[in-house]
């Protein structure tokens, strides 16, 4: 399966995985922080365990910061 993920094309040999298997494989720091973009869409968390990945889907793993003065 040919997936791309923030803009860096991978390789993966399981077929439909989840977004939740994605982050644990892909080593994502405090994944419960991450925001995840599918295809250009938004993911609720309660949608990661569920969401299959497919051949082509594209991934964003968006990290928010908080901060100013």
């Known amino acids: 399966m ?6 860096e094309s ?3 040999s399981r077929e439909g995985a989840s977004v939740a298997e994605l982050l644990t494989i892909e ?4 994944p419960d922080m991450v925001s995840v973009q599918l295809n ?3 993911l609720r968390q309660n949608e990661y365990e569920t969401t299959r990945l497919k ?3 594209e991934i964003n793993f968006l990290y928010f910061m908080g901060g100013g003065a």
């Open 2 to 7: 040919h997936i791309i993920i923030n803009g």
């Open 10 to 12: 991978k390789e993966f």
């Open 27 to 30: 080593s994502v720091a405090q």
């Open 40 to 42: 250009g869409e938004f």
């Open 55 to 57: 051949d082509g889907d």
